[in-house]
């Protein structure tokens, strides 16, 4: 990285923040390996003197210090060198202080004994880091457009999550762009010239999630021809985005927990683990925190992916957007077809701003891509456009006879509670009281009917 002969002022600096002497001894010689000047701290109070006095590219500060503790000085890190990361050393098996930590905004964590590759690959993905921020959006494949300030937001997070390693949970409708999201937090951090791995959870089989996620050796099992990465393997160094993560069994759900804990897999068929460097982003369309009371969703996996949540916002939230987008994605299919950038009338264009999309901005770009595939002339109207009206858009209900009972049954109760949302302005307490359930009650029968926030 750099020649530790250097003169000491020339090198990158680090600070070093531990009330044990033997522990900064130990930290000072690694990064000094790495041609980095550490200086060392024993309290929270000399940590705050050393940074007020000068710049540092990285910060190590132990979670338990004599006059205070490490979550302290990661919020003090982020009010006044809000581009300094900081990475907090917890207690083995203190998982609960390492997700504190990530929350209040550290980079990331280790845990003790400190495991110096990990430290040593923790210092060089800081050192990656790209300064300051983005608000462009991304490449021209990757961005996230609008300006409303649901997705001003949004955009916001993506800036600020970007400079971590905290796993990143994103919800939201189908349709909202949450892969999009996860692929900008990527393209923003220190790993973004490694690889993106998407997963689709739900797309895999359960007796095969272990050995696609892991990996499997030779013999493993009838079929391993061959030893075989999985994706954890395929995306070290970089990012593993798990969407659907709520379709994971509970088996595997376990695995992954202790896979994210530990920085460590181990191959179906292995006797030994491998150490694996990756970032979590998982996404569901699924409400997560019913799941977990349920009993569907492990809650110590919950509160392991849920360390930072970036909601993104239904279409219908931000429908001063829609005109740019509409011109966005009509520019990208002509330019793609090698034609005419064509018109859109004005009853068009108040068409499609008064529609509720419930597909949100994936059903916006088919429908924009059907009106263009189907156009007669070099100009759309609201024909051309094949909106649902508002009676097809309405719950349709099955009168008795046309279908099972069930079905009317289901059809019944989810016009009830729609109808009381209304009534309540989508207050879900106050539809509860209303329909004369408990709120708990009213969020099971949401989630079971498909009645998602």
Do not use: W
């Amino acid at each position: 990285m750099s020649n530790p002969r250097r003169n000491r002022s020339e090198l990158i600096r680090a600070l070093v923040v531990d009330d044990e002497a033997d522990i900064r001894e130990l930290l000072d010689m690694t990064l000094a390996r790495m041609g980095l000047a550490a200086d060392s701290a024993a309290t929270l109070a000399e940590a705050k003197r050393l940074l007020a006095a000068g710049e540092y590219q990285i910060c190590l500060t132990d979670m338990r210090l004599p006059d205070g503790d490490g979550l302290e000085l990661v919020r003090y890190v982020g009010e006044q060198c809000p581009e300094l990361p900081v990475a907090v050393i917890t207690a083995h098996g203190s998982m609960g202080n390492a997700v504190a930590a990530l929350k209040a905004g550290a980079f990331d964590y280790l845990s003790k004994p400190v495991s110096l590759e990990q430290l040593r690959v923790l210092v060089r993905s800081a050192l990656d880091l790209p300064s300051g921020v983005s608000h462009g959006g991304g490449g021209e494949a990757h961005q996230l457009l609008g300006a409303s300030p649901a997705v001003e937001q949004v955009r916001h997070l993506i800036d600020r999550v970007g400079r971590s390693q905290a796993p990143v949970y994103i919800s939201g409708e189908s349709g909202s762009g949450k892969e999009l999201a996860a692929r900008l937090i990527h393209e923003r951090s220190s790993r973004a010239e490694r690889p993106f791995v998407p997963v689709n959870c739900g797309a895999i089989p359960g007796n095969l999630v272990e050995s696609e996620f892991f990996g499997y050796r030779k013999g493993a099992f009838t079929g391993a021809d061959s030893d075989r990465s999985g994706f954890f393997q395929a995306a070290d160094g970089g990012t593993l985005f798990l969407d659907e993560v709520a379709d994971l069994p509970l088996t595997m759900q376990v695995k992954l927990l202790r896979a994210i804990q530990e920085k460590r897999v181990r191959k179906v068929g292995a006797t030994t683990e491998e150490a694996v460097d990756v970032r979590i982003i998982c996404a569901t369309h699924q409400n997560l925190r019913a799941l977990v009371e349920q009993g569907a969703f492990r809650q110590d996996l919950f509160y392991r992916l849920n360390v930072i949540e970036i909601r993104m916002p239904a279409l219908r939230e931000c429908r001063e957007d829609i005109p740019l987008l509409t011109d966005h994605v009509l520019g990208r299919l002509a330019k793609a077809a090698g034609g005419k950038l064509p018109d859109m009338t004005a009853a068009a264009r108040r068409a499609l701003e008064a529609y509720p999309f419930p597909g949100n901005v994936r059903e916006l770009e088919n429908t924009l891509e059907r009106a263009m595939a189907l156009l007669v002339d070099d100009r759309i109207d609201v024909a051309d456009l094949g909106l649902a009206t508002e009676s097809t858009l309405a719950v349709e209900s099955p009168q008795p006879g046309q279908a099972s009972l069930q079905d009317y049954l289901d059809a019944m109760e989810r016009q009830a509670i729609l109808d009381a949302l209304e009534k309540t302005r989508f207050n879900r307490t106050a539809a509860a009281r209303l329909l004369g359930i408990t709120f708990r009650s009213l969020r099971y029968r949401m989630q079971r009917l498909g009645l998602n926030d």
